[in-house]
């Protein structure tokens, strides 16, 4: 598991965001919307735990992390 980061600009970032999702990992937002504990999603893919993605944009930097995985740590109690 592991923590990929890519650079890009806002032209590239829409079909590649497209090509995240289809191999399942959700956007922070959704988890966030959805009640997971952002700050432990982050310790946990950090650790090594949990496989996620850091997209930079510009001075915009966006965090995708792996579903299954989450949902998985989220049942377990890792994520309270």
Do not use: H
């Not at 079909?15 to 919307?33: C, D, E």
């Amino acid at each position: 598991m592991a923590i990929w980061r890519i650079n890009m600009d806002s032209r590239d970032f829409e079909q590649y965001r497209k090509r995240l999702v289809n191999r399942g990992f959700i956007p922070t937002n959704y988890f966030s919307a959805n009640g997971f504990n952002i700050k432990k999603m982050k310790e946990l893919a950090l650790a090594g735990k949990m496989d996620a993605m850091q997209c930079v944009v510009g001075n915009s930097i966006r965090w995708y992390y792996c579903e299954d995985q989450a949902e998985l740590a989220r049942l377990r109690g890792e994520l309270s």
